[in-house]
């Protein structure tokens, strides 16, 4: 049986349409998703939206609308915005499906009967927009510590998940699992701010909201929405139902990706509450850092990002996935801006590989009307270029298990430059001035073209569309992971005509 690999969004809030940095998240777990699958995993990819909550609400209330109906048509926009990324989720979960509720329901009564969740009052600092508590010492200057804004006293009946006796259960947990929290950073951040000065426990109801999935046996309060939104990672594969067929098959999860700032309640609160329902952990959380425009965090209230449509329109789905799996380091933050875009594809997509495959099958046709063979009239100077061929998946791998995505796509774009570099050093047109190296010419061309086959299957967990083109320029039914284990497996083919992957972006003044 194929080994399974479940891996997670976050579920994003639709309170607005969504932005590059949601896509940041969602391109990044698609690309391990597809990595995975072309290796042989059975991947359940999962994102979703988290619809409840006083934000919402109110957006729905500014709208003139219900909830309900303003988050669809967001939902609608998101779909279509993944699609047009190639975003390739098994699974789109809802908070408000008719089953996640059932199942978040049934959990909060498990809690309860456990005694794990009791009823007490809740007085505390909370942000309305982040919908997070505060306790005194977390505020920054008095304000709430991931928006800067203010915060304000609530007090309220409402119940409560035990998380305080969780604290040294999960420091055991983490000692125990070295590579449960990722980057280390982010472990030491979260052990350091929260759970060495102690845990409180959690309120995990509201009354002062309406708009969220009642509590089952005191229909005033709705379940307060980090229980309801974490729990999607198990309601969608049938749980509680714990003979459920996907349960049984995908859980615990092996990645949880989120953003940093939502770290801490992947890594204390998410597993604290498994821990109380007797639920097996996740395999591991990564906190990965932020695009950052101007300098600061891309944001819907600030309204300072375009439609991610419209890059993608500009530049082609391709370039806007290469640019974010490309531009930052997993883990750092890193800029985002139309400018750094243009400079990356121009560089990358359109000198280093577009123009290598371009030039290279406009010469195949020219010399050898586009057939195809390897008499094997090989050089030393071939042995440097194979060999970096042959490493490469094996490279391409262990950077993908780290989920340094960008230095994987650094690995592949290092043997494009070599590549190129190789017909710098072989100048076919100088061969191919002379009859008597033909058949050299042709081991060189096959060298190259073998070498872009080979890319071009690594780069499609990335870039699935350009990867596509690619093989089908080169006419290839070679194109599994299978194949690009040694080199040569390229068959004698007729290549296509030749035609364009990226056009250089001109930058107007
Ligand atoms: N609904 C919660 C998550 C619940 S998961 C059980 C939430 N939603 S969110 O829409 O505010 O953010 C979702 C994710 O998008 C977070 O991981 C956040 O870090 C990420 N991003 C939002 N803006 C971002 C950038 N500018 N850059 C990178 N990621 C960003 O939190």
Redesign the pocket.
């Known amino acids: 049986m194929n080994k399974k690999f479940y891996i997670t969004t ?4 639709p309170s607005a349409n969504f ?1 590059i ?2 896509c ?2 969602t391109i990044i777990a698609d690309a391990l998703s597809r990595y995975k699958r072309l290796n042989g995993y059975d991947v359940f990819f999962q994102t979703g939206t ?1 619809e409840h909550g006083a934000k919402i609400a109110q957006k729905a209330e500014e709208n003139g609308v219900t909830p309900k109906e303003y988050v669809d048509e967001i939902i609608e926009n998101a779909k279509d915005l993944w699609e047009k990324l190639e975003i390739s989720y098994d699974y789109f979960i809802r908070t408000t499906d008719e089953s996640h509720v059932k199942a978040v329901q049934a959990m909060f009564q498990k809690l309860y009967d456990k005694g794990e969740i009791y009823k007490g009052s809740y007085k505390g600092l909370y942000c309305v927009p982040c919908e997070s508590f505060w306790t005194q010492t977390q505020l920054v200057d008095g304000k709430c510590p991931d928006c800067g804004r203010e915060v304000k006293e609530v007090t309220e009946d409402a119940y409560f998940f035990k998380l305080s006796k969780y604290q040294d259960k999960l420091l055991e947990y983490y000692e125990a699992n070295p590579d449960f929290i990722l980057p280390l950073s982010r472990k030491n951040e979260l052990i350091n701010n929260f759970l060495k000065p102690g845990l409180e426990d959690l309120c995990v109801s509201r009354t002062s909201v309406k708009w969220g999935i009642p509590v089952p046996f005191d229909p005033d309060h709705v379940i307060y929405v980090w229980l309801d ?2 729990s ?1 990672y198990i309601t969608s594969l049938g749980y509680p139902d714990e003979n459920a067929e996907l349960y049984k098959k995908y859980w615990p999860a092996d990645l949880h990706l ?5 770290t801490r ?2 890594a204390i609160i998410w597993p604290a509450m498994l821990m109380a329902l007797d639920v097996p952990l996740p395999k591991q959380v990564f906190g ?5 425009i101007d300098g600061g ?2 944001s819907k209230s600030l309204g300072n990002y375009k439609d991610p449509r419209e890059y993608i329109d500009s530049y082609g789905v391709d370039a806007v996935r290469y640019f974010v799996l490309r531009e930052v380091p997993f883990g750092a933050d890193g800029s985002f801006s139309e400018e750094a875009l243009i400079t990356r594809t121009n560089a990358d997509l359109v000198n280093n590989l577009g123009n290598l495959v371009n030039r290279t099958i406009s010469m195949a046709h020219k010399y050898f009307e586009g057939q195809i063979t390897n008499p094997r009239v090989s050089a030393s100077v071939d042995t440097d270029l194979i060999q970096s061929v042959e490493a490469l998946k094996a490279k391409v791998d262990a950077k993908m298990d780290e989920l340094k995505v960008n230095e994987a796509l650094e690995e592949i774009f290092d043997v494009l430059r070599k590549c190129n570099k190789y017909i710098d050093d072989t100048t076919p047109w100088t061969l191919a001035k002379d009859e008597n190296e033909l058949p050299r010419l042709k081991t060189v061309i096959y060298n190259i073209l073998e070498t872009i086959r080979i890319c071009a299957i690594l780069l499609e967990a990335f870039m699935p569309t350009t990867s596509e083109k690619i093989l089908n320029q080169l006419n290839t039914q070679a194109r599994t992971f299978a194949t690009i284990e040694k080199f040569g497996n390229l068959e004698e083919v007729t290549l296509n005509k030749p035609e364009i992957l990226f056009q250089r972006i001109e930058v107007s003044e």
């Open positions: 976050p579920i994003y809030y932005h940095g949601h940041y998240t988290d939104a974490l999607n989120v953003g940093k700032e939502i309640f992947h990965h850092g932020w695009l950052i965090k891309i």
